[in-house]
């Protein structure tokens, strides 16, 4: 006879918080197995380490076994991979459970239908990008990333002032939910079962292209908006990269990678102390929170980055096969895009890209016009000719 494995969903690890289909599938198997914390929700309940459940599940007596899960069976939840353990052994089924965001939200009285979801709990990563673009962001926090760890990094982005809720121990008899700023809870120790729940009204909009107009500039140089779309397009930047902007100047180029980058980080490089003053300025003005600025000369304080996903290059200060070196030495599949005005520059990039071996490597120019208004008439104002060189991508033969 085929054996049947019941992957439950427990909700908050309390009896109160577990579905009656739950209660009649806990009933009906001959066998339960889960972790000390969930354990106590059934008499036969065997305690198991975590990453042993799905071998000693298969080992277990009886036709039916039952594992139980924390929250629910389809929210950052182990069931997906015990589900796949378990299906050339049987036929595994999901009960559904209560989530966290379902059973915090209800608690603050709140909607959870706009927000942002996002796990940091055992991950890597930053929720500056989901909290810098959407007015409300919910979190799973824990391990080397917990509550009061997330709550500090907002604080140092510039978010100190942001309302954050707190959840710990939800639906245990230790439960503790708590109001405050990012600022204030990072002040609070707290453990490791706990979610957050961060209110940013003022979120700037990913979508909203960025115009040469929105940034203060004073007197200093500017990626032109053409060429910034063009150069993101041609830089196919994802959601969750890690960026590089080498020569950030005032941070125009930056904040458009830091909006296509919307769930990851952007580190801008910039040495100009002028340009550092503006590019924090715009960064605060259009709400860039997920921009890290790097104070520095390239490539040397390229050293201590993170390998990139993607890179672009406004200003190398003579040192740009060292910058795309190093580059591609941290990640060989890296993407880069380089801009230039003068023909030396575009010589000399174009040759360290093919020197170096990235592949894919393609030029541009772009020459762009603007109309302005003279009298009733409207006449063409030609910008700047740019050329745009890529490349890289994966692993050139």
């Not at 439950?8 to 309390?14: E, F, K, S, Y």
């Not at 299906?87 to 999901?94: D, Q, S, Y």
């Amino acid at each position: 006879m085929a054996r049947t494995f019941y992957i439950i969903g427990a909700g908050m690890g309390a009896p109160d918080t577990l579905t009656g289909e739950a209660h009649r599938a806990l009933d009906e198997a001959d066998a339960v197995l889960a972790t000390a914390r969930l354990a106590t929700l059934d008499a036969k309940a065997i305690v198991c380490p975590f990453g042993e459940l799905a071998a000693r599940a298969m080992q277990a007596d009886g036709d039916t076994v039952a594992v139980l899960v924390s929250g629910d069976v389809g929210f950052f939840s182990a069931a997906a991979r015990l589900r796949e353990q378990f299906a050339p052994h049987g036929e595994a089924r999901l009960v559904c459970g209560l989530s966290s965001l379902q059973y915090f939200c209800a608690k603050l009285g709140v909607s959870y239908d706009d927000a942002c979801v996002r796990s940091l709990h055992g991950r890597a990563g930053s929720i500056l990008g989901a909290v810098s673009y959407h007015k409300k962001v919910f979190v799973l926090t824990g391990g080397a990333q917990n509550a009061q760890i997330v709550c500090r990094a907002l604080a140092d982005a510039g978010l100190g002032s942001l309302t954050v809720h707190l959840g710990e121990n939800l639906g245990m008899e230790t439960e503790r939910i708590a109001h405050g700023t990012a600022a204030e809870l990072a002040e609070q120790a707290c453990g490791d079962l706990a979610v957050l729940l961060v209110e940013h009204p003022d979120a700037a909009n990913a979508a909203e292209p960025l115009r040469d107009s929105m940034f203060t500039r004073a007197k200093m140089p500017m990626t032109k908006e053409e060429v910034r779309w063009t150069a993101c397009g041609r830089l196919a930047v994802q959601p969750r990269d890690t960026v590089w902007d080498v020569g950030a100047g005032t941070g125009a180029m930056t904040l458009e990678l830091a909006r296509r980058a919307c769930d990851g980080l952007v580190y801008a490089v910039e040495r100009s102390e002028e340009a550092l003053s503006l590019l924090e300025e715009n960064c605060r003005k259009l709400g860039g929170y997920n921009v890290q600025i790097i104070a520095g000369r390239a490539p040397e304080a390229l050293e201590i980055l993170p390998a990139p996903d993607c890179v672009f290059v406004g200003g190398s200060g003579g040192g740009m096969r060292r910058i795309l070196a190093l580059a591609k030495e941290k990640n060989p599949a890296v993407r880069v895009v380089v801009t230039a005005i003068a023909l030396e520059t575009l010589e000399e990039a174009r040759h360290a890209l093919i020197d170096l071996g990235f592949a894919n490597v393609e030029v541009s120019q772009l020459a762009a016009s603007r109309g302005k208004a003279v009298g009733p008439y409207t006449m063409m104002t030609a910008l700047n000719p740019v050329f745009i060189l890529s490349g890289g991508g994966q692993d050139a033969e």
